[in-house]
């Protein structure tokens, strides 16, 4: 997975790593406060996810790819008013925030993405 120049790799770990955060961050506050979510908070996580998969798209990281897409198209749904901040959706957000952590950490880990329950759970919350 990680067979690119070596600094690139790590710039964009660490890029991705503060994006993540941020993530979480923004997720933990709108798990808070669902009822009234910001527009500035929904779009500042959305392009927090949507910058982890472009960077991602460009290097060729496909389980990171994978991750943060399913994490774009539910943070979208909560942007366009199509899904609620509903406890569930939250908790799926936040579990995708942990294996986006997980395949970053440990990239050469043999790994299922596809079969991985947070991705099934939020690609279902979009279905």
Same mark, same amino acid.
């Given at each position: ?13 660490? =890029?991705? #790593? ?7 961050? +923004?997720?933990? =506050? ?5 009822? !009234?979510?910001?527009? *500035?908070?929904? *779009? #500042?996580?959305? %392009? $927090? ?5 472009? +960077? #991602?798209?460009?290097? @060729? /990281?496909?389980?990171? =790819? ?5 994490? =774009?198209?539910?943070? $979208?749904?909560? %942007?366009? +008013? %199509? ?10 957000? /936040? $579990? @995708?925030? $942990?294996?986006? %952590? ?21 690609? *279902?919350? !979009?279905?």
């Amino acid at each position: 997975m990680f067979d690119h120049d070596p600094e690139v790799l790590a710039a964009f770990a660490e =890029e991705s #790593a503060v994006r993540i955060s941020s993530l979480e961050k +923004g997720l933990l =506050e709108l798990e808070r406060e669902p009822a !009234t979510p910001s527009t *500035n908070l929904l *779009n #500042a996580v959305f %392009r $927090d996810a949507h910058s982890v998969k472009a +960077g #991602a798209n460009l290097l @060729g /990281l496909r389980q990171v =790819e994978t991750a943060a897409h399913r994490l =774009e198209n539910v943070l $979208d749904m909560l %942007r366009s +008013g %199509r899904l609620s901040a509903e406890p569930e959706v939250c908790q799926s957000l /936040l $579990d @995708g925030v $942990d294996l986006l %952590r997980e395949i970053l950490e440990a990239p050469q880990s043999a790994r299922n993405i596809e079969a991985d329950h947070r991705l099934t759970a939020l690609a *279902n919350l !979009t279905t």
